[in-house]
């Protein structure tokens, strides 16, 4: 037998070993399920998956599993037990190929039911009615900042921030186009333009090229894909969707550029994990300091406050504002229900969820 041979024989008896403790796992999982259900307990428990993956990546230093290979491993192990348990609808910012979609399956796994929807609205008003069990939709971009609309919309649907996801952003140009020169329409979306700003400097300064605003990145792709003379900023997985030549990657400004994006639910509740991150919606009296003093009551417990935005009360004509509010700590945490309880009508709780490194 050659040294290969050999190997290959190693690795399928490891792949066996493999597949008899995932089938027992399962049988565990199903006997969780089954408790689950008597008890109407909730199937999706984002700190307890986190809880294991940080113990799993502990366990592997010093291997050649490094933690996103853990992570990416075991994301899909949680996604198929939780659709044992119990199958998962999942809306998302679409269309299909979008970042948003991209940023669900690394939490949800490739069999979940997914549903892509054409506006962020939609998403909450899936999450927001149960149509959907969780909706995922962007809130911030580390170079762009806030997604407003998202911003405005946990203050007016009424829904519950399940989790975060934290995805990297590398954008591709993609045209069926041999030559730079014959591109006469660029398709992407708003926000991807601004994160592409040097490499449209660069190489369409001078060009007569139009660029095209469209609803996602993936329509754009599309779009790419059916218009002759045109191209695409948009991700690799659109690109593939479509059947459209790469011609450049990882074009973004900056090589750190970040999405977060939001977990939804008409009704969750997570556990305390210890390293926890609480999101409120405050509205103040309109008078002099109320926000001040607000803040000082945090400082004063030692309470760290992560992001503040205000927003304009659009039901007040006297260009009132309202607060966007994320700090650490679990939202039944003394501290915190000692500043909740005081301003108890003022304060809408949206939830607390593992904070994210």
Same mark, same amino acid.
């Given at each position: 037998?050659?040294?290969?041979?050999?190997?290959?024989?190693q690795i399928d008896s490891?792949?066996?070993?493999?597949?008899?403790?995932?089938?027992?796992?399962?049988?565990?999982?199903?006997?969780?399920?089954?408790?689950?259900?008597?008890?109407? !307990?909730?199937?999706?428990?984002?700190?307890?998956?986190?809880?294991?993956?940080?113990?799993?990546?502990?366990?592997?230093?010093?291997?050649? +599993?490094?933690?996103?290979?853990?992570? #990416?491993?075991?994301?899909?192990?949680?996604?198929?037990?939780?659709?044992?348990?119990?199958?998962?609808?999942?809306?998302?910012?679409?269309?299909?190929?979008?970042?948003? =979609?991209?940023?669900?399956?690394?939490?949800?796994?490739? /069999?979940?039911?997914?549903?892509? +929807?054409?506006?962020?609205?939609?998403?909450?008003?899936?999450? !927001?009615?149960?149509?959907?069990?969780?909706?995922?939709?962007?809130?911030?971009?580390?170079?762009?900042?806030?997604?407003?609309?998202?911003?405005?919309?946990? =203050?007016?649907?009424?829904?519950?921030?399940?989790?975060?996801?934290?995805?990297?952003? =590398? /954008? @591709?140009?993609?045209?069926?186009?041999?030559?730079?020169?014959?591109?006469?329409?660029?398709?992407?979306?708003?926000? #991807?333009?601004?994160?592409?700003? =040097?490499? +449209?400097?660069?190489?369409?300064?001078?060009?007569?090229?139009?660029?095209?605003?469209?609803?996602?990145?993936?329509?754009?792709?599309?779009?790419?894909?059916?218009?002759?003379?045109?191209?695409?900023?948009?991700?690799?997985?659109? #690109?593939?969707?479509?059947?459209?030549?790469?011609?450049f990657e990882n074009i973004?400004?900056?090589?750190?550029?970040? @999405?977060?994006?939001?977990?939804?639910?008409?009704?969750?509740?997570?556990?305390?994990?210890?390293?926890?991150?609480?999101?409120?919606?405050?509205?103040?009296?309109?008078? @002099?300091?109320?926000?001040?003093?607000?803040?000082?009551?945090?400082?004063?417990l030692g309470i760290n406050?992560?992001?503040?935005?205000?927003?304009?009360?659009?039901?007040?004509?006297?260009?009132?504002?309202?607060?966007?509010?994320?700090?650490?700590?679990?939202?039944?945490?003394?501290?915190?229900?000692?500043?909740?309880?005081?301003?108890?009508?003022?304060?809408?709780?949206?939830?607390?969820?593992?904070?994210? #490194?």
């Open positions: 037998m050659d040294q290969l041979e050999e190997y290959r024989q490891i792949d066996n070993q493999v597949v008899d403790l995932l089938a027992q796992r399962m049988r565990i999982v199903q006997q969780v399920g089954e408790f689950k259900k008597m008890n109407n !307990a909730i199937i999706y428990r984002p700190e307890r998956e986190k809880r294991i993956l940080d113990r799993l990546v502990e366990r592997s230093k010093g291997s050649l +599993l490094n933690s996103d290979a853990i992570d #990416a491993i075991f994301m899909e192990i949680f996604a198929a037990s939780r659709n044992f348990e119990l199958p998962e609808r999942v809306a998302y910012l679409g269309p299909e190929g979008s970042f948003a =979609h991209q940023a669900a399956e690394s939490r949800f796994g490739q /069999m979940s039911d997914y549903i892509p +929807l054409k506006s962020i609205r939609s998403v909450f008003e899936s999450a !927001a009615t149960g149509r959907a069990r969780f909706g995922v939709v962007p809130i911030e971009n580390n170079s762009e900042g806030f997604v407003r609309e998202t911003i405005d919309l946990l =203050h007016e649907m009424q829904v519950k921030i399940v989790a975060e996801i934290l995805l990297p952003v =590398h /954008m @591709t140009f993609i045209s069926t186009s041999d030559k730079l020169s014959d591109i006469k329409y660029i398709y992407s979306k708003d926000i #991807a333009f601004k994160q592409c700003r =040097h490499f +449209l400097g660069d190489y369409f300064k001078d060009s007569s090229a139009e660029f095209v605003p469209v609803e996602s990145t993936s329509k754009a792709a599309k779009m790419a894909s059916e218009t002759p003379n045109s191209a695409a900023i948009c991700s690799s997985v659109a #690109a593939k969707i479509y059947r459209v030549p790469i011609l973004e400004d900056s090589p750190n550029n970040r @999405t977060r994006f939001l977990i939804l639910s008409k009704d969750f509740k997570n556990q305390k994990s210890g390293l926890d991150k609480t999101t409120i919606i405050v509205k103040l009296p309109d008078v @002099t300091g109320s926000l001040a003093t607000f803040l000082q009551q945090f400082y004063d406050l992560n992001k503040i935005e205000s927003r304009p009360a659009r039901e007040d004509e006297k260009f009132k504002q309202w607060f966007y509010i994320e700090m650490d700590g679990y939202f039944e945490d003394e501290s915190l229900q000692a500043i909740f309880q005081k301003h108890a009508d003022n304060i809408r709780i949206l939830g607390s969820c593992v904070k994210l #490194a």
